[in-house]
C-alpha cells in the first residue's frame, strides 16, 4: 500500500511563522515596561501607584543650594518627583542687580542646562556634590558665569531622566517677595517644551536648606497662606533637624 504523507498548505505555515513573530515582539514590550515598571518597584510596593502618581505631580522648591539642600532634593529626585525648582542668589550670575528692583511675580524659571565634564571637577576641601566650583571659563564662550542654582540643577537632574529640572537665581534671597513668587508658580508652573501637558505638575512643596530667620519667616508666612507645605532643614556637621509646616488641606505625619 502507498503511504500518503500530507504536507500543510502554505498559509497554514505562513500564519504559524507571523504567529511567531508576534510572540517575539510581545515579549519585547513586555521586558521594555516590566524595565520601567522595575525602575520604581520597591517604592511602588510602600505607597503603591496613587502615591507614585502624586510624586510624579509635585513641584519640589529648593531654597538655597546648600550640601543639606541638595541632598535632601537628591532623594526626592531618585524617587521620580515631577519637577525641581532650585532658587539660590548669586551677585555674578544676575548682574549684582538690586534686589527691590526685581519683579518676582514675572520671573520664570529657566530649564535645566547639560552637565558637563568641567562640573565634576570637585577640589578636595568640597562637601556638597551637587555644587561643584564654577568654571574658569564657559564652554560656549559667554562671560557670564553658571549661576549656583544652575549647575546644581545640572547635577540632580542628570539623577533621573524622568524629572523635569529648572533653576532660578536671584540677586538675594531676603529680598524675594515669597507670596508672588509662589503665587505665580501655582499659577503657571515651569514646564518642559518637550511635553508640556505631562510634566507640568499641580501640587507645590518648598524646601528652605540652611537659611536665615530673615528667609525662613517671609518663606514660612507664604507658604502659610497659600496652603504650600513647607520643609526647613538645617545641618551642623553630624547633626540636623527638619521642621515641617503644613497648612489645611495638608497634615504632617510622622
Known sequence: PRVLFATP????????????????????????????????????????????RALGNTLVVLVGSSACGTETLKNLVLPGVGSILVVDDDDAAVGNGSSNDVDYSGLKAQASPVSSDS?????????????????????????????????????????????????????SLEGVDYASFLQALMDDPPSSDS??????????????????SSVNLPLSRACHVLSAPLLVVRSYGLLGSVRIQTAPPYHAII
Open 195 to 212: 511635553d508640556a501637558a505631562a510634566s507640568t505638575p499641580r501640587k507645590v512643596i518648598v524646601i528652605a536648606a540652611d537659611q536665615p
Open 9 to 52: 498548505p502554505f498559509h497554514s505555515v505562513h500564519n504559524n511563522k507571523k504567529q511567531i513573530n508576534n510572540a517575539r515582539v510581545t515579549t519585547k514590550l513586555d521586558q521594555i515596561r516590566m524595565a520601567t515598571t522595575d525602575k520604581y518597584d520597591r517604592q511602588l510596593r510602600l505607597w503603591g501607584a496613587s502615591g507614585q
Open 119 to 171: 562640573m565634576l571637577r570637585f577640589p578636595s576641601h568640597s562637601s556638597n556634590f551637587f555644587l561643584p566650583p564654577p568654571p574658569s571659563g564657559q564652554d560656549d564662550g559667554s562671560a557670564t558665569p553658571m549661576s549656583n542654582a544652575a549647575r546644581a540643577c545640572a547635577l540632580l537632574s542628570e539623577l533621573n531622566p524622568d524629572v523635569h529640572g529648572h533653576h532660578r537665581t536671584v540677586p
